[in-house]
């Protein structure tokens, strides 16, 4: 294969291809604009997948060129640690130059031709992501704001559009997928949104509705079960551990357990992999059958290992509840002391706490257990129930005020008012998105990044946050400094009511809807919207005598966390029969990209300048169509501008709209 990637190819002989668990995409003809707006991302990890199972099924019978491709696809998984790395592009079209080599010397048959090159065509399908490389957005932060309550006409928002927030906690209730919940939504430390609806205390055992005098009513006050929203605060006591040296996320684990070293491998997981889910161990434990916490321990520090450390990241309560005996360990504090000794209590937040000591009318009510009966003012979790209701894991307690205290915290760099339960520093270290080839999917230290299925438009490679089993969420975005936090006790009375992440998307989208857009005063400004599961078109027809260069100024939010939406430039030379992307190179400052596929990914809330080349068409008018397709997840939409729109003459507007000489509009 002549590659520049031979060039490195020796170094990748050391490591064996990691195979992902993706199903191999059954492909035998083209891939089509309509077959890229509905398939899932493809990693390289699947190409190679791919390879092996054509092998498998003796479709791919030279075994030194099948160990060939492995190779080089490795190197590339290896060597490219950024996935929007513009080498990425240019290194898998010289790879299917290789794959069209092969098939014509034969060594390639048809069939395993087409289903590679297909999968290579998702895969750059999914790689024309853009996004700038500016300074971290969590960057030089050292504030002390303190949260206010203000109305939504101080801090300029939309008023009607914020209001509609509780509408959408409604159609929850009458969806039946929650007994009440809380939502708390905040803007530049200003606090302008705070409802509760619904009943916090509403079934009995067996799942009928209580009388009205015996129901109790949800407040802003009432205490929540956070669940997993714990691990960001477990995260938070390892973080504060690193910065004084007590410990280093990159120590070994068995440097702090020694008995965890009970599997190879083991011994070489770190605690950075505890927190970022790529440690290697399971997903979960029972711990049922124990009676005694050293037993239990016992247990999970011995578990092996499912898949090799550092290779993927799957979702473990175990890695987390290591961390949390981690806390314990070097701080000789039970985790809940030191939770209260240096997060907490110095922030204020007096409502957040595991085992809470309070009167169970003011916690909300999990679900019905046929061994513990209502699980009410006790950790839901049967892990940490058994653990005595505090693990890293799950276990806190808390009410939405006193979240948005701890998210404020994160947006000011680790300060709030007079107290610093963190350096800047380790915020953003926590923060930044430490996934590479692992996952398709963004994760920070103990956080989520840019999780579309509920972060919806405020979504970016810089949004932090996480969800909780017992139906809690939050979502924290350092680009507008505001968050959302969603606390719901939908496993009441039981967990089978349906997943409730329609509503949190559309939570976090209402709030989008309230906040002004800036865009160009002059020209015409054409806008996609934002609305889900939609296919918008906007059409024009373009003069080539006038010029050989197709320009507009555009700024788009499209969300591409697993490539859920896709926006398309396209060209048509023979009246709209026939369509073909158009590649169109965007530029901003010194930054440049050219999209050639679709559109994913997001400018930042910045406009930019998009140009393409026309100069080789012969004919004297041609279509340009913006294509923009959604699904039930997407971010804030598609913005065009075109530089001269006297060149540019409409021809359908499908789903878009036309804004004309305003500063500032809220999307839609």
């Known amino acids: 294969m002549k590659s520049i990637l031979q060039l490195t190819l ?44 054509l092998e498998q099924q003796g479709l791919l019978t030279d075994r030194r060129l099948a160990s060939d491709l492995q190779r080089e696809l490795t190197v590339m998984r290896f060597f490219l640690k950024d996935p929007t790395d513009e080498k990425l592009h240019s290194y898998m079209l010289e790879f299917q130059q290789s794959l069209a080599e092969y098939r014509n010397q034969s060594r390639l048959n048809e069939t395993t031709y087409e289903q590679l090159r297909t999968l290579t065509n998702y895969f750059l399908h999914r790689h024309d992501t853009l996004y700038f490389s500016y300074d971290s957005d969590w960057a030089d932060r050292l504030e002390t704001t303190q949260l206010r309550y203000v109305l939504p006409e101080e801090s300029n928002l939309n008023d009607d559009e914020l209001k509609k927030a509780e509408d959408v906690m409604t159609s929850g209730l009458e969806d039946q997928l929650y007994p009440g919940a809380v939502t708390l939504i905040a803007k530049d430390g200003d606090i302008v949104f705070h409802e509760s609806v619904g009943d916090s205390y509403k079934y009995d055992a067996n799942g009928e509705p209580l009388s009205n005098e015996d129901m109790i009513a949800m407040t802003n006050e009432t205490l929540f079960d956070l669940a997993s929203l714990t691990k960001t605060f477990t995260a938070t006591a390892i973080m504060q551990l690193h910065e004084t040296n007590r410990l280093s996320i990159d120590d070994l684990v068995i440097d702090y357990l020694p008995e965890f070293y009970t599997y190879p491998d083991k011994d070489t997981i770190t605690i950075e992999q505890l927190l970022t889910h790529t440690s290697g161990l399971p997903a979960s434990i029972s711990l049922a059958n124990y009676d005694e916490q050293e037993e239990m321990w016992e247990a999970i520090l011995s578990l092996e290992t499912v898949y090799t450390p550092g290779a993927q990241m799957i979702y473990s309560d175990v890695g987390m509840m290591i961390l949390g005996k981690i806390v314990e360990v070097v701080s000789e504090q039970s985790l809940d002391s030191y939770v209260e000794e240096w997060i907490t209590v110095p922030l204020g937040m007096t409502d957040t706490m595991f085992n809470p000591n309070r009167e169970l009318h003011t916690i909300a009510p999990t679900e019905y257990s046929p061994d513990r009966g209502l ?18 894991h799950a276990g806190l307690f808390s009410t939405a005020y006193d979240l948005a205290i701890f998210l404020q915290t994160m947006i000011n760099g680790g300060s709030y008012g007079d107290a610093q339960v963190l350096q800047p520093e380790s915020v953003q270290l926590m923060m930044e998105d430490q996934i590479t080839t692992e996952s398709h999917l963004g994760q920070s230290l103990g956080w989520n990044v840019n999780r579309g299925w509920f972060m919806a438009g405020l979504s970016s490679p810089s949004t932090v946050g996480h969800t909780g089993f017992t139906g809690t969420s939050f979502v924290l975005d350092p680009l507008t400094d505001s968050f959302v936090i969603f606390l719901t006790n939908r496993v009441h009375p039981t967990r089978d009511e349906g997943s409730i992440n329609g509503v949190r998307h559309d939570l976090v989208q209402q709030f989008i809807r309230s906040i002004p857009y800036s865009h160009p005063l002059e020209g015409h400004t054409w806008y996609s919207g934002m609305t889900s599961n939609t296919s918008s078109e906007l059409v024009f027809e373009f003069d080539t005598r006038e010029t050989d260069r197709l320009v507009f100024d555009t700024s788009f ?28 190179t965007i530029a901003m400052d010194d930054y440049t990209k050219t999209m050639h596929h679709s559109w994913i990914g997001s400018t930042k809330n910045h406009w930019v300048e998009a140009q393409a080349s026309i100069e080789d068409l012969t ?6 169509r913006f294509r923009y397709v959604t699904s039930s997840s997407n971010g804030k939409g598609w913005w065009i501008r075109p530089a001269d729109p006297e060149n540019w003459n409409l021809v359908n507007d499908q789903n878009w709209s036309l804004i004309e000489t305003e500063l500032e509009v809220s999307v839609h």
């Open 375 to 392: 699980v009410w003012g006790d950790v839901h979790d049967e892990k940490a129930a058994a653990l005595q209701g505090v693990a890293g």
């Open 557 to 584: 939010d499209i969300l591409n966390d697993i490539a859920r939406d896709q926006g398309f430039v396209e060209l048509s030379t023979d009246d709209g029969d026939t369509w073909k992307p158009l590649p169109v």
């Open 619 to 624: 004919e004297e008018e041609v279509l340009i």
């Open 10 to 53: 020796a170094i990748a002989l050391i490591f064996s291809p990691v195979m992902f668990s993706s199903d191999l995409v059954h492909a035998e003809t083209e891939v089509t604009d309509e077959a890229l707006t509905e398939h899932p991302s493809v990693t390289l990890g699947d190409i190679q997948l791919a390879i092996s199972r």
